[in-house]
C-alpha cells in the first residue's frame, strides 16, 4: 500500500505560467511534509516543508498548500522558469518515524 | 560546509557477491539515512541511523545491512547481490531526529550507482 502518492508521472508547463504539482497520502499520522527537487545524477534537494498545523507555507516562487481534511499538498511554483525542469518528490514524515516518498512527478517548463 | 559526500559514486558488481557503500554527511549532522532509487519509482527507505543507532528500518531484505560510526559516516553493506539490487543508492543526512529537537529536512548525496551483472 502506497503511502504517498504523486499521480501525475509528468506534467508539461510553459514558461511564465503557474505549475502545480499534486500529492496525496493516505497515513493520518503524518505531520510534516516536504517537497524535494532532483535534477539527473544529483541527489534530490530540499525544496519547502509544511507543518500540518499550517495549511500554506510561501518561499519565493514556491508555495506548498496543505489540506488535512483531503490528505492532499500541493506545489505551485509562480512564474515556471526553464531551470524549474527536475523530479519533483513529495514526502510525508510522522513525528520522530521516516520519511516516506512519492513516485515523483517529472516538470518539463518550456521556454 | 561541504555537502554530504558518498563513496564510490559508480560500482559494477556480479551476482553473489557483497558491496559496502559510504557516505560522510554535512558536519554536525548525526542522522544518516540510506534510500534505494530504481528506475521510475520513488526513494524507497533502507534505514536510518542516529548517534550510531538504528532508529527506523525499511522493507528490505536482511541482506541489506547498515552501520553508524562516533563521527556520524555511515556504511551500507549489501551481501549475495541480486540482479535486482542495480539501483541509485542515496544517503541523506539531517541534524535530528524527530523528536530530539532536530529538523525534518534531509540533505542528499549524489547517490552511488550500482550496477549488478
Known amino acids: 500500500d502506497q503511502q504517498v502518492k504523486q499521480n501525475s508521472p509528468s506534467l508539461s508547463v510553459q514558461e511564465g505560467r503557474i505549475s502545480i504539482l499534486n500529492c496525496d497520502y493516505t497515513?493520518?499520522?503524518?505531520?510534516?511534509f516536504l517537497w524535494y527537487k532532483k535534477y539527473p545524477a544529483e541527489g534530490p534537494t530540499f525544496l519547502i516543508s509544511?507543518?500540518?498545523?499550517?495549511d500554506k507555507n510561501e518561499d519565493g516562487r514556491f508555495t506548498v498548500f496543505l489540506n488535512k481534511s483531503a490528505k492532499h499538498l500541493s506545489l505551485h511554483i509562480v512564474p515556471s522558469q526553464p531551470g524549474d525542469s527536475a523530479v519533483y518528490f513529495c514526502a510525508a514524515t510522522p513525528n520522530a518515524g521516516k520519511s516516506t516518498f512519492g513516485d515523483g512527478t517529472t516538470l518539463t517548463v518550456k521556454p | 560546509k561541504a555537502g554530504v559526500t558518498q563513496t564510490p559514486r559508480y560500482l559494477i558488481k556480479t551476482r553473489g557477491q557483497q558491496v559496502t557503500l559510504s557516505c560522510s554527511p554535512i558536519?554536525?549532522?548525526?542522522?544518516v539515512s540510506w534510500y534505494q532509487q530504481t528506475p521510475g519509482q520513488g526513494l524507497q527507505f533502507l534505514f536510518e541511523?542516529?548517534?550510531?543507532?538504528?532508529?527506523n528500518k525499511g522493507n528490505f531484505p536482511g541482506r541489506f545491512s547498515g552501520r553508524q560510526f562516533s563521527n556520524s559516516r555511515s556504511e551500507m553493506n549489501v551481501s549475495t547481490l541480486e540482479l535486482g539490487d542495480s539501483a541509485l543508492y542515496l544517503c541523506?543526512?539531517?541534524?535530528?531526529?524527530?523528536?530530539?529537537?532536530?529538523?525534518?529536512?534531509?540533505?542528499f548525496g549524489p547517490g552511488t550507482r550500482l550496477t549488478v551483472t
Open positions: 509544511i507543518s500540518s498545523i499550517k
Open positions: 558536519s554536525g549532522h548525526r542522522s
Open positions: 541511523y542516529f548517534s550510531e543507532t538504528q532508529r
Open positions: 497515513n493520518s499520522m503524518f505531520d510534516y
Open positions: 541523506a543526512s539531517s541534524l535530528g531526529f524527530g523528536a530530539s529537537g532536530g529538523t525534518y529536512e534531509q540533505y
